[in-house]
């Protein structure tokens, strides 16, 4: 019990810390520390379930979070700055890689087909089994999850483009090769979602 509370009460403090940062790298990886929280709580029941959701989330946020990190030094090295303040406007600078901004934002809230939301529903599950107590924190996570993620796309997407920048830029082969080989096993592992079964 004391575990999982602090496990899911570590979520949601870690989840308003994201809200109140201004690099984009600092801010994914404090994402993956709110979405490993409960991850965690889902192992510590003990359920099938939560081993489930634990492994195809973990599987998942890999994916995800290794993403959207290569997205933020794509911006980086164009931009040479990962702070919100100066990455602002992408979608006029970099307009290729808005879609790819958006779809591994959309993932990283768990967005379907992706796998994120089969271990997340999964998680959801073994954890309220386990104690619908534990359903407040998991609804402010959830919900704390998503202002976040969109927090993330809207200020880097959105604004007006640093008065330092004024060339527009494409990405390059590889960054575009990078990014469908993080997305497509994201959205095509959900299809085979026994695999947890085989592995257990």
């Known amino acids: 019990f004391i575990w999982i509370s602090i496990s899911l009460v570590g979520g949601v403090l870690v989840s308003f810390v994201c809200l109140r940062q201004t690099d984009l790298k600092a801010l994914i990886a404090y994402s993956s520390v709110a979405h490993m929280g409960i991850a965690l709580a889902g192992l510590l029941t003990m359920s099938y379930w939560g081993l489930c959701g634990s492994y195809s989330l973990m599987i998942a946020h890999g994916l995800c979070s290794s993403g959207l990190f290569c997205l933020a030094n794509v911006s980086y090295e164009r931009l040479g700055s990962r702070s919100l303040l100066i990455n602002k406007g992408l979608l006029n600078f970099m307009p290729a890689m808005a879609l790819w901004w958006f779809l591994l934002s959309s993932a990283n809230m768990a967005a379907p087909p992706t796998l994120n939301l089969l271990g997340e529903i999964s998680l959801l599950n073994s954890i309220v089994s386990w104690s619908w107590v534990s359903m407040i924190m998991l609804s402010l996570l959830s919900f ?41 096993p994201l959205n095509l592992l959900i299809l085979k979602s026994e695999m947890c079964m085989l592995w257990l």
């Open 144 to 184: 704390f999850s998503a202002a976040y993620t969109l927090y993330l796309y809207s200020f880097s997407q959105h604004g007006k483009i640093f008065s330092g920048v004024y060339s527009f830029s494409g990405g390059k082969i590889r960054e575009y090769l990078l990014m469908i080989l993080h997305w497509l």
